[in-house]
T-cell receptor, first 112, second 112 residues
């Protein structure tokens, strides 16, 4: 199985700051990309899909760089409630129903 | 909203017991998945299913089996539970191969 790599952090960021983290993937044939948010002892929840053209949802922006094989997540005007672990996920195979390959997550702590 | 439910939030079993974990989704999704999540190891795919009565091994199928008799239900079976199967078990479903996955709340299994 191919690798999906994330900086585990923790990222300690003051409230109101902008924070960005990347996720690299090794399979150039990867087709779909997602960011999930996971709170402590809870299930991962879909934050946003990542499209080739980049996409934005409020304070969150996701981008895909196919040439360098990474996706990024930018959080602007960070809130205390943004503290969580952020998982990237990549579907690496075409034609089958294989599960997503998840990174191990980046732990984000927003400090007051 | 997609709803994925799991039969138990917490479960304690003894070594050697047969354990059944059940997952139900209400969105008519084709694909269903079982993962386990352990600290430092991230999410790992155990089995997945892309149709009723169809199943495929994931990355770590040893010691597990699955059953999908109805489209909405996917069961994970630990034939003879062992202490190294103590983990958080997460079920997920998706519409199709390149689509996002939605997770259930998880079952925290302890094998003593």
């Amino acid at each position: 199985r191919k690798e999906v790599e994330q900086d585990p952090g923790p990222f300690n960021v003051p409230e109101g700051a902008t924070v960005a983290f990347n996720c690299t993937y090794s399979n150039s044939a990867s087709q779909s990309f997602f960011w999930y948010r996971q709170d402590c002892r809870k299930e991962p929840k879909l934050l946003m899909s990542v499209y080739s053209s980049g996409n934005e949802d409020g304070r969150f922006t996701a981008q895909l760089n196919r040439a360098s094989q990474y996706i990024s997540l930018l959080i602007r005007d960070s809130k205390l409630s943004d503290s969580a672990t952020y998982l990237c996920a990549v579907n690496e195979k075409g034609g089958g129903a294989d599960g997503l390959t998840f990174g191990k997550g980046t732990h984000l702590i927003i400090q007051p | 909203d997609v709803k994925v439910t799991q039969s138990s939030r917490y479960l304690v079993k003894r070594t050697g017991e047969k354990v059944f974990l059940e997952c139900v989704q209400d969105m008519d999704h084709e694909n269903m998945f079982w993962y386990r999540q352990d600290p430092g190891l991230g999410l790992r795919l155990i089995y997945f299913s892309y149709d009723v009565k169809m199943k495929e091994k994931g990355d770590i199928p040893e010691g597990y089996s699955v059953s999908r008799e109805k489209k909405e239900r996917f069961s994970l079976i630990l034939e003879s539970a062992s202490t190294n199967q103590t983990s958080m078990y997460l079920c997920a479903s998706s519409f199709g191969t390149f689509y996002e996955q939605y997770f259930g709340p998880g079952t925290r299994l302890t094998v003593t």
